[in-house]
């Protein structure tokens, strides 16, 4: 959620420091502020409610000079969005922090400081960090020490970034359930809380464990773990670059990771399927002895990966495998019974996802065969903490609704699913049909692509709407979910999603000539069960839009149709995900909201 960047480099920093917030912004945040180890050795601190722009006005009317610094974008979770309640904080003049996460005990740590004479001048749970650090450096502890003896006091979720004016050769940092990573480079050295944050400067990271402690220097680094031994962490070049965190020629962010999804999906691909195979070594060594033993499957993901683990439940209970599909948040804080020869599966685009995470830690306590993730990010915690990873290789996604992570979630998903069954017998015909089906994939999309101008005018309907219903049947249920959830998240329309067979159970209610319902039609059994569902819509004045298979005869009035041609049964949730997200993306044009930043939400989720 909040972004961290820190720097302590041969250069002025504050450049990089703001270029660093500005990469960050995707991730939500409703202010912004820096603090610099001035050349006198004072810590200069500048902080703004809004944009990242608006504290670079500050900046250049004030500009701060010096070589260490480190600088935030906070999202509001104790105290409203307002100055004094922008990061860093400081006590004093003895420290600055900048802080990711939250933490719980803080009311009995404010009690305690503020009764020992510290005063507060915000509403956050961060300021309490920064006068426990000051009490120990009086305390005559060095900073190094400070961190440590003040983490240990700390109950919750947190990525620290601090400084001190009497330690002008360091920054410490710390994390525990948020991540942190350190950058690398000749001219000086990085922290952030996403490497898109620093890639201007470097490429070179190490990502560091939970309940690391570390040294930023000029010149170097050193890490310390969870028992304060001194540890290394292995360093590693990202294969991303600046440029591809770039809008380059699109109007939005969501816009160009929409129309990637060819490129992205033909990616997810690569490797694992070669000439009507599935090539199963692709999924690591560790995953056949992991793969052969599963009779059970438990998902456990949050908002769109929840819907897309939701769709591979369909597709695993075809084959024969049990399947349970739960939100993160509601599966960690209850007793549950795991089936024998349960794998424990975990989907999240950024690999942080604060409640998935827990929910991973949990399990490997409860009995479960191993743990897989479906993750976009090789660097995650997710990824470092699960037995077995498919990575869905989407590339950055900036854009705070998500398109082409959950489009190649579900593509990574149907690989899973296909190896699965190949474990069980699958003949050598069915798994080459398979496999071809998806390795059309990203040319079905293309043409879908292609549709975006039609579905813009069919957006135009939306415009002046409050309310609008989804509905689907099987598979195309959280289809229908994902769609509703795009069009709330950047247009702020209420939509919601049914199963078009629970209309006459309560949504039908709703139905008059101001509500525009959606439904996505492929040609599937289900096909007549969903248009008599529809002629219930139409009964009632329900304005239709609708996505169809080209071969579907509609006997309906008051519809608005856009055909899809040539789509396979098996992958068609994946295709018609795509005009749903053009549906919602054209709406939110229309209506002037702030389609890649939607107001109240953030894109990595790293708090409950």
């Known amino acids: 959620m909040c972004g961290i960047v820190g720097a302590i480099a041969k250069e002025h920093v504050a450049p990089i420091l703001l270029d660093g917030l500005k990469r960050l912004e995707y991730r939500g945040y409703d202010s912004a502020g820096i603090a610099i180890h001035g050349d006198s050795g004072q810590l200069h601190r500048i902080r703004s409610v809004g944009k990242v722009s608006q504290l670079q006005e500050l900046l250049d009317r004030s500009p701060l000079a010096g070589v260490m610094g480190i600088a935030h974008t906070r999202w509001a979770t104790h105290g409203m969005p307002a100055e004094r309640n922008a990061h860093p904080h400081m006590s004093g003049e003895r420290v600055a922090v900048v802080h990711n996460g939250i933490i719980e005990n803080h009311a009995e740590l404010r009690s305690n400081l503020e009764a020992r004479g510290f005063t507060f001048t915000s509403d956050t749970d961060t300021e309490v960090i920064a006068h426990l650090m000051a009490s120990m450096l009086d305390r005559g502890m060095d900073l190094l020490a400070a961190v440590r003896e003040t983490t240990k006091q700390l109950v919750g979720a947190y990525a620290l970034a601090v400084m001190s004016p009497d330690d002008s050769e360091r920054l410490v940092v710390a994390r525990a359930g948020s991540p942190l990573v350190v950058g690398v480079s000749d001219s000086g050295n990085y922290v952030a809380s996403d490497v898109f944050a620093l890639l201007p400067v470097t490429r070179r990271f190490l990502f560091l464990d939970e309940g690391d402690v570390a040294e930023i220097r000029r010149d170097g680094v050193t890490v310390y773990d969870s028992n304060q031994n001194q540890v290394e962490r292995p360093l ?267 209309l006459k159970h309560g949504p039908l209610a709703l139905v008059d000539a101001t509500m525009p319902v959606v439904c996505a039609l492929p040609d599937d059994p289900l096909l007549e069960k969903v248009l008599s569902n529809l002629q219930e819509v139409r009964a009632r004045g329900g304005e239709l839009f609708l996505f169809s298979d080209h071969k579907i005869s509609i006997d309906l009035d008051n519809y608005q149709n856009l055909t899809l041609s040539d789509i396979c049964p098996t992958t068609a949730p994946i295709v018609y995900s795509i005009p749903l997200q053009l549906l919602a993306y054209h709406v939110a044009v229309l209506k002037g909201t702030d389609v890649d930043q939607p107001r109240n939400l953030a894109k990595s989720v790293t708090v409950e």
Not at 399 to 428: C, D, E, N, P, Y
Not at 447 to 463: N, P, R, T, W, Y
Not at 478 to 500: D, T
Request: glycine residues 6%; negative net charge.
């Open 236 to 502: 590693q070049e990202s294969s991303l670059t600046a440029s591809n965190a770039e809008k380059g020629p699109y109007r939005h962010y969501m816009l160009k990771e929409i129309f990637e999804q060819p490129a992205v999906i033909a990616e997810t691909l690569e490797g694992r399927i070669h000439q009507g195979r599935l090539l199963e070594e692709s999924f690591g060594h560790e995953a056949k002895a992991l793969l052969d033993q599963v009779q059970s499957v438990q998902i456990i993901a949050c908002g769109t990966s929840y819907h897309a683990g939701f769709v591979a439940r369909y597709w695993l209970e075809e084959i024969g495998i049990t399947c349970s599909v739960e939100v993160a948040s509601e599966f960690r804080y209850r007793n549950t019974v795991v089936p024998d020869n349960s794998l424990f599966l975990t989907i999240s685009q950024s690999g942080e996802t604060a409640d998935t995470l827990a929910a991973l830690r949990g399990a490997k306590q409860s009995g479960y065969l191993g743990s897989l993730c479906v993750c976009n990010v090789p660097e995650s915690s997710l990824v470092r903490e699960s037995d077995v990873a498919l990575m869905t290789r989407a590339g950055p996604e900036i854009g705070v609704a998500s398109t082409k992570a959950f489009t190649t979630q579900l593509v990574a998903l149907r690989l899973l699913v296909l190896a699965l069954v190949k474990h069980r017998g699958m003949s050598i015909e069915r798994e080459k049909e398979l496999v071809d089906e998806l390795h059309a994939l990203p040319r079905q999309v293309e043409v879908v692509l292609k549709m975006s101008d039609d579905i813009k005018q069919m957006a135009e309907a939306f415009a002046n709407k409050q309310n609008a219903l989804f509905l689907g049947r099987g598979t195309f249920f959280p289809v229908a979910l994902e769609g509703a959830l795009k069009l709330k998240e950047i247009s702020y329309i209420h939509a919601e999603a049914y199963p078009a067979g629970e």
